[in-house]
T-cell receptor, first 115, second 112 residues
Framework: ETGVTQSPTHLIKTRGQQVTLRCSSQ?????VSWYQQALGQGPQFIFQ???????GRGNFPPRFSGLQFPNYSSELNVNALELDDSALYLC??????????????FGSGTRLTVV | DQQVKQNSPSLSVQEGRISILNCDYT??????FLWYKKYPAEGPTFLIS?????DKNEDGRFTVFLNKSAKHLSLHIVPSQPGDSAVYFC???????????FGKGTSLLVTP
């Protein structure tokens, strides 16, 4: 059983640029969520995708967008990068309507630095 | 507005002793409460959870206690081992399958 894989692991971008982060969900999972973890903070929910549609969104502006593909993999796109977007971006996969004692499976994250 | 609070940024415990990590939440509508462990350069790993209809759940050395009247959650690790040294996040969700709301984490150090 493969886990959640994210690419790239590290990325440096310039303010104003656009970035795409990728995530392959765990085999058998059909839901993907994205989280942003700033230094010293807990992960903050960005959005969730189920059946290729956005299924919930946290307090993030529209320049954060995403996609889910038929194989349940996902992309996170961020436009017009700002310095405060520098963070660890985590992807988590799960089964929709999972048993409550079966938590999300997280990837190791993409460390984005905006300069 | 922080709905999940972990007021202790760090905790140091001797090997073999009990580690107690605490978490407070503000919304009585949360249905599930989860604990995640995170090592550096890795993603959070699910540890244990508890439903709002229970007050205790145990899994080996890990026990989670839920006090709904106090809106308080705690994780007990007995006995603590050096490999338990990590950042522990408390997380809550409204319904199974929806967004997790995390605390800021508590860094646990277990010393030999």
């Amino acid at each position: 059983e493969t886990g959640v894989t994210q690419s790239p692991t590290h990325l440096i971008k310039t303010r104003g640029q656009q970035v795409t982060l990728r995530c392959s969900s765990q085999s058998g999972h059909n839901t993907v969520s994205w989280y942003q973890q700033a230094l010293g903070q807990g992960p903050q929910f960005i959005f969730q995708y189920y059946r290729e549609e956005e299924n919930g969104r946290g307090n993030f502006p529209p320049r954060f967008s995403g996609l889910q593909f038929p194989n349940y993999s996902s992309e996170l796109n961020v436009n017009a990068l700002e310095l405060d977007d520098s963070a660890l971006y985590l992807c988590a996969s799960s089964l929709r309507y999972r048993e409550p004692d079966y938590g999300y499976t997280f990837g190791s994250g993409t460390r984005l630095t905006v300069v | 507005d922080q709905q999940v609070k972990q007021n202790s940024p760090s905790l140091s415990v001797q090997e073999g002793r009990i580690s107690i990590l605490n978490c407070d939440y503000t919304n009585s509508m949360f249905d599930y409460f989860l604990w995640y462990k995170k090592y550096p350069a890795e993603g959070p790993t699910f540890l244990i959870s508890i439903s709002s209809i229970k007050d205790k759940n145990e899994d080996g050395r890990f026990t989670v206690f839920l006090n709904k009247s106090a809106k308080h959650l705690s994780l007990h690790i007995v006995p603590s081992q050096p490999g338990d040294s990590a950042v522990y996040f408390c997380a809550v969700e409204m319904n199974s399958g929806y967004a997790l709301n995390f605390g800021k984490g508590t860094s646990l150090l277990v010393t030999p």
